[in-house]
């Protein structure tokens, strides 16, 4: 029975894995986190689990150890921060100003604690870019100091999209398990013609002005734009960008030639399709296909966290703290979507029942 086991989320951010998993019915007693600020949007959607502030590369064996439910089996879950990853995707050669960021020696500390407390089953969330930075040795490194402790490990590229989320974001998701039997990744269950799309996912969200904030929701708010900027998405169409406009919008950049690949800044989404990857700049107009399908602004931070999959109760904003829409861009584009934690929480199920584990 999925009561016999306990859950601590290491990396958790806001609560987007944590959640997906206590959907499925897993008990979800601690997420630890670097940034202070995730603590409210954690605990308060999350009642159970507690938020834990402490920075990975300090946390002890022990300490972990203590977070999880006495008595029950261990299930060990997290992304660890992928930025050094996703600027290895931009910048392949550029080892040496990846090397001076601590960030990706987390995934070092991940492992280091999977094989001092013995969970039964760990799970990892990650870029794509991870298994071909620094020539994959990272991801097998990692592999590696699983499988000398008797681990059975397995990867998957996977596409929040075939999930029903509506969003295209790809993503590699790891397994570890003690079992015999390693754990495969459920089946998609949506395809091209059944995607969740845009329209879908907004369905009846209140319009918004660019600057405005809705009354009754104070997350659904979008930046303001400036005269320059509405005049630049009044010429977009939907699904368009910056080539609808005419010669005087279009930025310097773009009349160069290297600029004419840049297809997806400052475009609108379209309502038949999926919302792009969501990144922690997905309220900036220029930072990528985030403008409204139809309206003048860029996507809301409430559109935003709904296209990871958030509820649309999800509180983010705590009362008794100032509003700032650029940390909690932050927190909502690095989180990993609630679709994609059910996947990973019924993967897990699955595997237990095949196991006779549960």
Not at 87 to 98: G, H, Q
Not at 285 to 293: A, D, I, K, S
Not at 321 to 345: D, E, M, Y
Request: hydrophobic residues 35%.
């Amino acid at each position: 029975m999925l009561e016999d086991y306990s859950v601590v989320d290491l990396f958790c951010g806001v609560g987007g894995l944590t959640h997906g998993l206590r959907l499925k019915d897993f008990d979800v007693t601690a997420g630890i986190d670097f940034d202070a600020s995730c603590e409210y949007a954690f605990n308060a959607n999350n009642q159970g689990a507690k938020f834990h502030h402490i920075d990975v590369l300090e946390l002890r064996p022990k300490q972990l150890n203590s977070f999880f439910r006495k008595g029950k089996k261990k299930i060990l879950v997290g992304c660890a921060p992928c930025q050094p990853f996703s600027l290895y995707n931009k910048k392949r050669n550029n080892l040496k100003a990846i090397s001076k960021d601590n960030k990706w020696k987390l995934l070092d500390s991940f492992a280091d604690l999977i094989l001092a407390t013995k969970p039964e089953i760990i799970s990892m969330e990650n870029v794509l870019s991870l298994e071909i930075f620094n020539n994959g040795k990272v991801l097998q490194n990692f592999i590696n100091k699983l499988e000398s402790a008797k681990y059975k490990v397995s990867y998957f590229k996977v596409n929040a999209q075939d999930y029903g989320v509506p969003q295209r974001r790809k993503r590699l998701v790891l397994f570890g398990t003690k079992n015999k039997i390693p754990i495969n990744i459920i089946s998609p269950t949506h395809s091209k013609g059944n995607y969740k799309t845009v329209k879908q996912a907004l369905r009846k969200m209140p319009k918004l002005k660019s600057g405005e904030t809705n009354k009754k929701d104070p997350l659904h708010h979008c930046r303001n734009l400036g005269e320059l900027n509405l005049r630049r998405i009044r010429a977009t169409k939907e699904g368009g960008f910056w080539r609808d406009w005419p010669e005087e919008l279009k930025l310097d950049c773009h009349k160069k030639e290297g600029g004419k690949s840049f297809r997806s800044v400052y475009g609108r989404m379209r309502w038949d399709d999926v919302a792009p990857t969501i990144t922690t700049y997905c309220i900036g107009l220029g930072n990528g296909r985030f403008g409204h399908p139809e309206e003048d602004r860029a996507m809301s931070l409430r559109e935003a966290a709904i296209f990871q999959d958030f509820p649309r109760t999800y509180k983010f904003i705590d009362p008794q703290v100032k509003f700032s829409a650029t940390k909690l861009a932050r927190q909502i584009g690095n989180a990993v979507p609630v679709g994609l934690g059910k996947v990973i929480g019924e993967s897990i199920i699955k595997h237990l029942k095949e196991n006779g584990k549960i």
